[in-house]
């Protein structure tokens, strides 16, 4: 079992940044990849961006530039760094970590609210 904990999220104006943070725990060696998504009301959840257990990374074009995900291995957390927040990257932001039997963990959500 893995353990995902968000935290970070909150309220900012158009323009400004947040970084989320995503710590795991338990059988860390399970998982391939940790990433993020988010989700609106009455709308699926969407990918935001990930990060692979080799260190690639990949991002929705709708984050490209503005987003930047990254890890600290020794603390198995992971981090979004988001920039420039416009209005409609308002979300809950989850973290997710599939496994390498393809398994999906999920943290608990932690709301983003970008004011216009």
């Known amino acids: 079992q893995v353990q995902l904990v968000e935290s970070g999220g909150g309220l900012v104006q158009a323009g400004g940044s947040l970084r989320l943070s995503c710590a795991a725990s338990?059988?860390?060696?399970?998982?391939?990849?940790m990433g993020w998504y988010r989700q609106t009301p009455g709308k699926q959840r969407e990918f935001v961006a990930v990060i692979t257990s080799g260190g690639s990374t990949n991002y929705a074009d709708s984050v490209k530039g503005r987003f930047t995900i990254s890890r600290d291995g020794a603390k198995n957390t992971v981090y979004l760094q988001m920039n420039s927040l416009k209005p409609e990257d308002t979300a809950v932001y989850y973290c997710?970590?599939?496994?390498?039997?393809?398994?999906?963990?999920w943290g608990q959500g932690t709301q983003v609210t970008v004011s216009s």
């Open positions: 338990g059988s860390i060696f399970s998982i391939n990849a």
């Open positions: 997710n970590a599939p496994s390498w039997n393809s398994y999906e963990y």
